[in-house]
């Protein structure tokens, strides 16, 4: 079944972030949302866009960065030119989303949801209905996340605490607050409960509440913002003077302290890919060798884990278990899924020695 | 101190051997003889020569296969021409000596020692003693082998059974049997006899004792031997009809049943790099992560074992004990010392793959 489209609302797609512990299938140059981590023959920012449009047709904004602004354009080439927003600088995800909400303020879009270009979702049609719910008390005025079920005790995430049922709406929540991501034994005790999600960072809003909320706060902020959508030629000129915050921190967090904030819970199988072990979890690497990539290049022997045949060449692996094998073409790793979140380390060694082709 | 050159004494290096355990540094066109396996800056082959040439001059005769000749040469190309002997085909250790002692016998060369291209020696000097040794006790008609001492129970070496001392060589001792590679519980028994040593293959000999020695086994090998050296022309005729048998079955087990067999017992660091667990030990990786290669191009993260960067390629490895990596232009392995002798179980699928390009 295909969801059913959703009159007015728009999708937000921020389309940024290295992802250096994806390195070296993740560079500056060319971030995990270009990529095809799952094999399934489209990129994470083709797959984003695959799930959204049954639910926007062509209203989508992707915002990335400049450097990235012509090869997100030729993976998406059939939506319309502007649909993809070019920040000059990275400045963290208020200044991306607002900047969107302020050009879908101008375009008169009813409710606009945020979705990052590099998450995995397993069940399209349980995220499409999660959606619709959160649209759905979006058009009240509410600032909607979506709260991802947890699968487990992550101390990778930060998590949203849910209270009470919606009225009228049964399937959202108050949102009581935002918590930032816990130790293990705390993000023990918050699933003990049952009323912890996991904090994906997916908002859906009205482009109006969304800036006054950010108003509120930061009045200079929403007005810089308004001003770009006004004159976009003043981009260049205004961007550089916003400040550098998440949107949890800008309005999300606050919002929710003055109880404006509300969430759906999802159970569709989310994964944000932060690092090998992750990527390997959602390939299925538990039982086997995973190979992403070309197989036939690849003689395994006793060997459990992900391989990653990125160069051509034959990859040979024997006898290690939960080993991560990534070949390209000009760097190679070899580690393990349980000290995948390392390879960062490398990433700041290499920059250390000015190795910017190679990061 | 070099060592004192020794009169009418020939040194024979069988350069054969695809090492296929040492995949996919070594392969059939370019076998780990031709390699710089220890970043000494020289190759096995070139070490092999550099180790002998004090004791022999130019008298070097290196027997090799018919692809190696040219790489050998170019290796070796300071020794004369006819200092290298092509076999048509592999037909192991009994024929590649047996020749070379043919060629040797009509040369009127008085002893002739053998010594794998392949093997490093880390005490030249306490090497050369021994060698001195041996051919002292050759030119009185005995075979003689260098029995090198164990350091370990190795189930991966045949042994050298040795007896009492010979009258007037105080330094050196009948040859009681050979055995075959044992088991490591029976190799413990050996060792705490004191009275076994590894079989290195170093054959120590009178040109006409090895061939009359052959010619009690199997007089029309040594004839057909004799016969080539006599009229080299008839090489490619006779060389395919000449037995697959190591000189170990062919001669020396014979002749040591026979009471006609020495031993000259050798410490002087002695390792035949059958794999690139013993490589790492070589290298002193027990202790660290060796890089084999130029390290400026690794990133090691709490990893030890052996990293070979062999492609120009970064190489980041984290995470990872007694770890092996070898990254080629064409192929990668990982593995870990513990597994190393399964590389040649690669190499074999690789064969049936038909991808010779690789092997």
Redesign the interface.
Known sequence: MVADEIPGFWAVVPAGGAGTRLW?LSRSRSPKFLHDLTGSGRTLLEQTADRLSPLVGDRVLVVTGEAHRDAVRAQLHTLPEDAVLAEPSARDSMAAIGLAAAVLERREAEVMGSFAADHVIGDVEAFSRTVADAVAAAREGWLVTIGIEPTFASSAFGYIHQGDALEGHPGVRRVVEFVEKPSVPVAEEYLATGRYRWNAGMFVVRPTVLLDLLAEQDPAFAATLRAIAAEPDRLAELWDTLPRIAIDHAVAEPAATAGKVATVPGGFGWDDVGDFDSLATLLGADEKCTVLGEESLT?L??ATGIVVPGSG????????DD?V?V??????????R??AQ??K??VA??KDQG?TD?T
């Open positions: 070296p003689h022997i006793g060449r034959v990859v040979a692996v024997i006898g290690l080993v094998v070949d390209t073409p000009d760097a190679l790793l070899v580690t393990t349980a000290r390392e390879v380390n490398i060694a290499l190795r190679l």
